[in-house]
């Protein structure tokens, strides 16, 4: 735990002139960061964040799963993960159906990237989480229901 | 004598009421539970305190712009292999038994120049606020990983603080007549889905105290085991002592002699 | 700034997992403070893991990203000894980049 070697290349220097700039509001800080969909990180219903991610349609599969506990003792702090075997795996979203804006985290996988990806999120109340993967540019779903004793909301 | 018969009656039916009946139905949730906090174990969030608290040790602060590399945890200045497992120990230099976060402050003070209420100002997180003492301890504490646990009070100071330990754990006082042994005296004792461990063996006290300082899920924090104790008070619905007060070093005292032998594990992963 | 991350890098069997816990507060915007002042919004929005130079992974995160935020995942290739790069950026413009060896 305490052998490896963590090294600080740069911490913040771009970064301070977006600040400066956001700071001064000619930047918001959503726009500062060219690729980030707000739209899709806005939206509230899973419809609505599926539109705003360009999914015209998804299809549930067998081969995306969904990976977390049944019951996550604390909202604040659940494990969830998505896999996949599915061929050419470009993207995996991460979506909770009754959190106040659906979508918690996208990642784009390059190639040589697996579909196998594990994060933790927060939940407002028991619900249904999707996971979104896009292969062969087509959409496929599968859902997990996680129960929650404790609301993570707020923070 | 009535009287306190009748509060050891009530006593026992209010914990009798945390722990009945619940246990058999809910054992599948304690098992989900089980597998929920394990989901954690690995990229336990305490581990980002551990690397913060790697840092504040080496960083030179406080108005003698020194660091803490020259602390004296009982093991020799500077020694932290170990420290965290030994203690509380007796110190020469303070004629005090002495837990891993008084000496910490002591060595805050006396090294750096801070005064003690700077420090223990903020000697644990809120939301948004940071705590350095437990990013300190995280660190100090998983410096004696895979060591036993060796705080045998053979020192007569030592033997004295955990007497006074062991009498403060059997002791039943309050407006509830709580003692910390009604709750964790017998094995297999639950409040709701909690199991409350018997912090009188050494399997007990040992299966607890190699864990601390722990993260904690219900808080999406680190306590260390001043702040497990002192909430522990609260709970008995005993007056909350303060921070570093002898009762809470006795019954560190007292636990961890009982823990001798039991490697440690730190950070764990806690309800 | 922020403080440090803690990345894991391993390889076996040509794949290297690479896991990432990163020290961030992750607000939702949507917690009061004690004085009942709404906590604004700060959090991260994107986070990037490179091998050398090559890009791994590219993660675009919401508010409800736990706090410290953890994140696994697996690529092919990486040997022991080279490099795995995460920076990440929140909503207010910080950013932070750490490193780490594939062992």
């Not at chain 1, 690729?35 to 081969?63: C, E, P, Y």
């Not at chain 2, 722990?19 to 989900?32: L, M, N, T």
């Not at chain 2, 060595?107 to 437990?134: H, N």
């Not at chain 3, 990486?78 to 490099?83: I, Q, V």
């Amino acid at each position: 735990m305490n052998n490896q070697r963590r090294t600080v290349l740069k911490s913040g220097s771009g970064a301070a002139l977006l600040g400066m700039l956001a700071a001064a509001g000619i930047i918001t800080p959503g726009m500062a960061l060219a690729d980030w969909n707000k739209a899709a990180f806005d939206a509230k219903s899973m419809a609505d964040t599926l539109k705003a991610l360009g999914v015209a349609g998804t299809t549930d599969s067998k081969d995306v799963q969904v990976t977390g506990p049944d019951i996550a003792e604390n909202g604040a702090v659940v494990p969830v993960g998505v896999a996949s075997t599915l061929p050419n795996v470009t993207m995996v979203a991460i979506l909770i159906e009754k959190n106040p804006n659906a979508l918690a985290a996208s990642f784009v996988l390059p190639e040589g990237t697996e579909a196998n990806v594990q994060t933790r999120v927060k939940m407002g109340q028991t619900s249904n989480i999707y996971a979104l993967v896009k292969s062969d540019g087509k959409f496929f779903m599968a859902t997990k229901e996680i129960k929650v004793t404790l609301g993570g909301c707020g923070g | 004598m009535i009287r306190r018969l009748m509060k050891t009656l009530v006593g026992a039916a209010v914990l009798a009421a945390f722990a009945g009946g619940v246990v058999a139905q809910d054992s599948k949730v304690a098992d989900e539970l089980a597998k929920y906090r394990e989901a954690l174990a690995d990229g336990n969030p305490a581990d980002l305190l551990e690397v913060k608290g790697e840092g504040l040790w080496a960083e030179k602060r406080g108005p003698k712009n020194a660091s803490l590399e020259k602390c004296d945890l009982g093991q020799g200045p500077g020694k932290l292999e170990g420290a965290y497992a030994a203690l509380p120990k007796y110190f020469k230099d303070t004629n005090k038994v002495m837990d891993v976060e008084s000496r910490l402050v002591h060595c805050m003070v006396t090294l750096q120049g801070f005064t003690q209420a700077e420090v223990t100002k903020q000697w644990f997180s809120r939301p948004g606020k940071e705590s350095d003492i437990e990013a300190l301890v995280t660190f100090i504490g998983a410096k004696s990983n895979g060591m036993k646990i060796n705080a045998p009070a053979t020192h007569p100071e030592e033997a004295r603080m955990a007497k006074m330990g062991e009498y403060i754990f059997y002791r039943r006082s309050g407006p509830q007549d709580f003692s910390c042994s009604i709750c964790h005296g017998q094995e297999g004792k639950r409040i709701r889905l909690q199991e409350l461990g018997n912090l009188t063996t050494k399997e007990g006290a040992g299966f607890a105290m190699k864990t601390w300082p722990s993260y904690r899920v219900s808080q999406g924090a680190v306590w260390t085991m001043q702040r497990r104790l002192i909430d522990c008070m609260r709970q008995a619905r005993w007056p909350e002592p303060a921070y570093l007060a002898d009762s809470i070093v006795a019954l560190e005292t007292y636990l961890q002699k009982t823990a001798t032998g039991t490697v440690m594990e730190t950070p764990g992963i806690k309800r | 700034m922020g403080n440090p991350m803690k990345i894991r890098a391993a390889s076996k069997d040509g794949v290297t997992e690479v896991k990432v816990l990163v020290s961030h507060e992750m607000e939702t915007g949507q917690r009061k403070d004690a004085a009942g002042a709404i906590v604004p919004a700060w959090f991260i929005t994107e986070l990037v893991a490179k091998h050398g130079d090559k890009v791994v992974l590219t993660s675009d995160f919401g508010p409800s990203v736990s706090k410290n935020p953890y994140l696994a995942f697996k690529f092919k290739g990486g040997a022991k000894g080279e490099k795995v790069t995460v920076t990440w950026k929140d909503n207010k413009g910080d950013s932070r980049t750490d490193e780490a060896a594939i062992n």
